[in-house]
């Protein structure tokens, strides 16, 4: 856990330092990876470049104010609403990535059917990129010492143990926590995400030589990463929602977006190939009686 990654020396200037934020610099790096990716699927798809740009912009705004607001909603601790700052200090954590999706996906969806660009080819230029989004964000998770795991055996090589005062220890121990006990170790819930979104990644990429019909990659990203998060909630351990209490008809609000996620995105999928299996009967079809 390393929440300042490092600071940028003002004080010979007389100046404060600045500070780093583990977590910030690496939604940076999230957010400049899926762009640099979207671009270059883009121009394969035949589409504008530049244009990713400005859905980027919208996506990566309403992607932030999403994940804060979902944060707030069901994961704040006690204060956080009467306090301006804390709702808006996402440089300390606390964002919940459905929460961003949902949002992106909303508003980035509008701007494209405003700009009358094709909605399943530039959606699905982003799919890798939210995909390597989550294998950074979750190693700034990691180092920002959020999202951690239920504890482990001790002795468990994959174990972790965060700091005094971290998340997890005052989680575990509560005030305590501060007077420098470090936490137990628990499972690396972040560094196991992080790695599942690599690997979605890379499955994504291979998958779109394959791709059938427009947004197809889009949907299989959802159903992957629907599927990983369900079962990784199992092993997470952070604060619950406090409208539930961790549960709701045995399962966790995580699980449950998740299991939502998955269904809506494969009856979506069966819709579109439909769609795109009648569209070729048809054209086969017109191409049979011109011949005639």
Same mark, same amino acid.
């Given at each position: 856990m390393r929440k300042i990654l490092a600071y940028i020396p003002l004080h010979y200037l007389g100046l404060s330092d600045i500070p780093i934020f583990s977590y910030g610099f690496m939604m940076m790096l999230a957010f400049l990876s899926a762009i640099f990716i979207a671009r270059r699927q883009a121009v394969k798809d035949g589409i504008d470049p *530049? /244009?990713?740009?400005d859905i980027s912009f919208i996506a990566i705004l309403s992607g932030i104010i999403g994940s804060r607001l979902l944060w707030v909603i069901l994961f704040s601790p006690k204060g956080t609403w009467s306090s301006l700052y804390e709702i808006v200090a996402?440089?300390?954590g606390g964002l919940v990535y459905y929460g961003g999706l949902i949002l992106s996906l909303f508003f980035g969806g509008i701007y494209v059917k405003k700009k009358k660009l094709p909605v399943g080819l530039t959606i699905d230029c982003f799919a890798p990129g939210m995909a390597i989004? @989550?294998?950074? !964000?979750? @190693?700034? =998770?990691? $180092?920002? !010492? =959020?999202?951690? !795991?239920?504890? =482990?055996? $001790? *002795?468990?090589?994959y174990g972790v143990r965060f700091p005094a005062g971290s998340p997890a220890s005052f989680h575990q121990y509560g005030m305590a926590a501060f007077q420098n006990i470090e936490s137990q170790a628990v499972y690396p819930t972040q560094l196991i995400s992080s790695f599942g979104g690599l690997i979605t990644f890379l499955l994504i990429l291979a998958l779109f %030589?394959?791709?059938k019909f427009p947004g197809q990659m889009t949907l299989y990203f959802l159903q992957i990463y629907g599927l990983f998060r369900f079962f990784i909630e199992y092993l997470r351990d952070d604060t619950v929602p406090y409208f539930s209490y961790g549960s709701f008809g045995g399962f966790k609000a995580g699980q449950i977006v998740a299991i939502i996620t998955v269904l809506f995105a494969s009856a979506m999928m069966n819709i579109l /190939? /439909? %769609?795109?299996?009648? %569209? @070729?009967?048809s054209n086969t079809e017109d191409s049979i009686v011109d011949k005639e």
């Open positions: *530049d /244009k990713i740009y996402v440089w300390n989004g @989550i294998f950074f !964000g979750r @190693i700034g =998770c990691f $180092l920002n !010492g =959020c999202c951690f !795991g239920k504890t =482990c055996s $001790l *002795d468990a090589w %030589k394959y791709r /190939k /439909k %769609k795109h299996s009648a %569209k @070729i009967s």
